[in-house]
């Protein structure tokens, strides 16, 4: 298990920094368990129902919700989640999170609890960073012009996504930047485009700096001025994180990606074309070959493709010729992060 050593009178306890969870809707109150640790980012779907993908974290508060396949602006969900939890977290009744009888996946991140005020940046920022993990939740305020926001990981991030909380009337959704995307290109975590050229004006990818990410200016991006934003950063950690690329080959014999550990969660985007982004893991998909996705650009149930991916002791196997995740000759981004449980 990977994770921070602390020291008690029982000898050395790993703490993990992500875990998937599984549960059923009871269209009232409860609280969820088994997590291994308090989250600061939640990210809940319905397995059987279509309805939205939420995001909740510690920075923003519980009971704020993102809607992860849309571009609308933060909602007070004052009957979704609700608290977070030791070992878990709390729902209320809303459907989104907890219809009764319905299946949820819920995928957890540790941060490192309240946010501090971070200066590194040009954008003063608020930051719960877990410099272990790799992984920070930002918030700051937009200026519409060049700038740098403090991310508190200490190393240069590989992965940012960004949203702005506020209603406003300009588009901006969920602006994602990833090492291996071309230079200065950046997706969208709710669409299914392909990589677009922001040139500069959207992510400036040559300014990231083991303290700040770059962005510019463009007045749909993750810079608006006035507007508050969100931000999830996240750089790689061996054993734990991988975040890289391959080319798919078109055979049931896909490419087989190191990844340094078995992934217990592997996002995928195929970037050269519109595509959905696809999403598999651990829980919902026990044992090989991996059959169940969700799609994150979209709030479709959970389906069963019956053949998709290999989770490995040190890396995953495609085993399909399906265009969102190995067509031949075509490029594709992933997140991975390690089997803790």
């Not at 893991?281 to 169940?292: G, M, T």
Request: charge should be negative; include cysteine; charged fraction near 15%.
């Amino acid at each position: 298990m990977f994770g921070k050593r602390l020291i008690n009178t029982g000898g050395e306890v790993a703490i993990p920094y992500f875990n998937t969870v599984t549960y059923t809707g009871n269209g009232s109150t409860q609280s969820i368990s088994g997590v291994g640790f308090q989250p600061d980012m939640v990210w809940v779907k319905s397995r059987s129902a279509a309805t939205s993908h939420k995001l909740t974290d510690v920075v923003r508060g519980a009971t704020k919700g993102l809607i992860v396949n849309s571009d609308v602006p933060e909602t007070t969900d004052a009957n979704g989640l609700t608290a977070f939890g030791s070992d878990g977290f709390t729902l209320g009744s809303d459907s989104v999170y907890n219809n009764s009888g319905a299946t949820y996946v819920a995928w957890c991140f540790k941060a490192n609890g309240a946010a501090v005020t971070n200066t590194d940046g040009s954008i003063t920022s608020e930051v719960s960073a877990n410099v272990d993990a790799g992984f920070s939740i930002v918030s700051y305020t937009g200026n519409g012009s060049d700038a740098t926001i403090g991310t508190g990981l200490n190393e240069v991030p590989d992965v940012v996504i960004t949203r702005g909380r506020a209603n406003i009337a300009l588009y901006n959704g969920w602006a994602f930047y990833h090492k291996d995307l071309t230079f200065n290109y950046h997706l969208y975590l709710d669409s299914t485009q392909a990589a677009i050229n922001g040139n500069g004006n959207y992510f400036r990818s040559g300014s990231f700096t083991s303290s700040v990410f770059a962005v510019g200016g463009d007045i749909y991006g993750p810079n608006v001025n006035g507007t508050t934003m969100v931000a999830y950063c996240f750089s790689e950690k061996a054993g734990f994180s991988k975040f890289g690329s391959y080319t798919g080959n078109g055979s049931a014999t896909g490419p087989t990606v190191t990844t340094g550990f078995e992934p217990a969660f592997v996002m995928i985007k195929r970037t050269d074309v519109a595509a959905p982004w696809v999403i598999i893991d651990n829980k919902r998909s026990p044992s090989n070959p991996r059959q169940l996705i969700l799609l994150p650009d979209v709030s479709d149930a959970e389906l069963n493709v019956g053949n998709a991916i290999n989770f490995n002791s040190t890396d995953f196997q495609l085993t399909d010729v399906n265009y969102t995740r190995n067509a031949s000759g075509a490029t594709y981004i992933y997140m991975a992060f390690a089997n803790q449980f």
